[in-house]
């Protein structure tokens, strides 16, 4: 018989000296679910799952998994107080503010961190490995270098507080990172103890933010290994499910929750947090793809109102489903025609309100695909 999730006990403090570090219990053990309504959300969690799901079979997702991720890394950067916005994730580093070009980097270093992890998981499985070339990536440039971009730490950490002797929380000691790693790949990998994924995805998360392995970057990677997870056990064909959002909109609750596991050993109040964020998730998720095919519905009919300028409208388009950020200098490349004809196409687009300009300025005007990206700002 497995321990109850009642039962569980998360660690102890362990003396240091002129402090004491937590130190977490292992988690790679038969775990047993008797909490009725950890077990229904649970099952509520899967079903919206699989309704989100299906949408890979119904439409082009590989147009919309940009911005997902572009959702998820301006939401996981915020929770550390960056202040990018989406539309700024798809503008240039030049088009940016000066003042914000840190926080852009960040987000566009997430941004690259779970398109490389994504494409990884063909060849490698859900390991440190994975772990550490997607934290090398997210802290590499401006904020990150000193932080040991890749590596696990060498020295202690802590959460909340100036020093070590008014921090919330003191991560277990770095010597044993190591061997807190190893059993949480194997309990990710573990076909002896059956667990369903979503439980044991949300304690993946609770475990890696406790072990906080690395100097920096620590919640971001932890965010990211819930749709990793997700991607590897096949439960979702492609990465569209991001828990950001729902962390950032209920921050305090998803650090208390997590903290709550730490100080009472409540494992139940923590996976009923995680698993109605799977839920509000995935229906945010399911009403998103039902909005896009509305969407591409009334851009038919305006496209057919355009005449012979339809076909050039629907090339654009059809890159702003993954870019919703455009200039006349991309659009003439991808119409492959003169800069007038750009120019025309673009005030067209605008008349018939498909495209918006927002930078106000007589030259290096942009456009944004307003619409579409007001269905992945809904919801918020």
């Keep these: 018989m497995g321990d109850t999730m009642k039962k569980f006990v998360s660690g102890k403090y362990i003396n240091q000296g002129t402090y004491k570090a937590f130190m977490p219990n292992q988690i790679n053990r038969e775990w047993q679910i008797e909490n009725m309504e950890v077990l ?41 107080g960056t202040q990018t916005n989406m539309e700024e994730a798809f503008m240039g ?16 270093n997430y941004i690259d961190a779970m398109n490389l992890a994504v494409d990884q998981l063909n060849t490698l499985p859900f390991s440190s490995r994975l772990i550490k070339k997607a934290h090398e990536i997210l802290l590499k ?5 000193h932080k040991l971009p890749g590596i696990y730490r060498t020295s202690q950490n802590w959460i909340g507080g100036a020093t070590l002797g008014d921090a919330v929380f003191i991560a277990p000691p770095h010597t044993e990172i190591g061997e807190l790693m190893s059993d949480l790949e194997k309990f990710a990998h573990d076909d002896q103890h059956p667990l369903p994924d979503l439980i044991k995805i949300a304690l993946i998360h609770y475990q890696f933010e406790t072990i906080h392995p690395f100097l920096d970057g620590n919640g971001r990677v932890g965010r990211l290994l819930i749709t990793l997870f997700l991607v590897s056990k096949n439960i979702l064909k492609r990465p569209i499910l991001y828990l950001s959002d729902f962390f950032e909109r209920n921050r305090s609750l998803y650090y208390d929750n997590l903290m709550r596991v730490r100080t009472h050993n409540d494992l139940n109040q923590w996976l009923k947090f995680f698993l109605v964020g799977v839920i509000e998730t995935a229906k945010q998720g399911i009403h998103t793809f039902d909005g896009i095919l509305q969407l591409q519905k009334i851009l038919d009919e305006k496209l057919k109102r355009m005449g012979s300028r339809g076909n050039d409208a629907r090339m654009v388009i059809d890159q702003l489903y993954s870019r919703p950020i455009t200039d006349v200098t991309k659009v003439e490349k991808i119409i492959q025609k003169s800069n007038v004809s750009a120019y025309k196409l673009i005030a067209e687009m605008e008349k018939m309100d498909i495209i918006d300009e927002i930078t106000g300025g007589q030259r290096g005007k942009m456009y944004i695909f307003k619409d579409y990206v007001n269905l992945f700002e809904k919801g918020r």
Excluded: C, F, P
Aim: no cysteine.
């Design 141 to 145: 440039g401006v904020r990150g270098e």
């Design 40 to 80: 229904t959300l649970l099952s509520q969690a899967d079903r919206q799952l699989g309704r989100l799901d299906m949408y890979s079979d119904y439409v082009n997702i590989d147009l919309y998994v940009s911005m997902h991720i572009a959702k998820e890394a301006t939401q996981s950067s915020k929770i550390e």
């Design 93 to 108: 580093r030049d088009d940016i503010a000066a003042e914000k070009r840190d926080d852009w980097e960040e987000v566009q």
